[in-house]
């Protein structure tokens, strides 16, 4: 997985140091709202995320890479990116992302996207890039059309998320 900059942003592995911005993130319950996993009630929580990264990149793990996103002006972690069930023989891979609210509508999760995905394509070899989120999730899709994603579908209630199915819209991106 190798550090890869933008314009404004950093995408680099994540570090223990990233514990107090991430959880200011991780612990806003609309910022999670529409994700599966509950907003973090303690710090301890988001450093066992973070450990976890940690021993993932440890072992070389190839089938998913998670990037924290920093701001080159501050060095604030603002957000993370991550490319996972990459599939060498499909060569095809799904993107999410999480942004603090703080920093939304700059384009800053539109421009580590689009790295990303030019990473997948130039260095890992893919051709398909795919993401989903909740229908209602407007600013998730706005990311996804940003960044040269073709709609491709409605999965009506296909994710149980917190006591409540939701349909999920699918996008994505071929190399060529």
Known sequence: METIKTERLLLRRLKKEDVADMFEYTSDAETVRLLKWDAHSYIEQTMFFIEN??????AARVNHFVWGIELTQNHKLIGSVRI?????????AEVSYILNALYSNNGYMSEA???VIRYAFDSI???????????????SEKVMIKCAMSFEGLFRKASFIKGEH?????YAITKG
């Open 113 to 115: 996207v689009n790295a």
């Open 166 to 170: 939701y349909d999920l819209k699918y």
């Open 84 to 92: 996972f069930d990459i599939d060498f023989n499909d060569k095809k």
């Open 53 to 58: 990264t940690l021993s993932d990149y440890e």
């Open 125 to 139: 070899n893919l051709i398909r890039i795919q993401a989903k989120c909740v229908a209602e999730n407007a600013v």
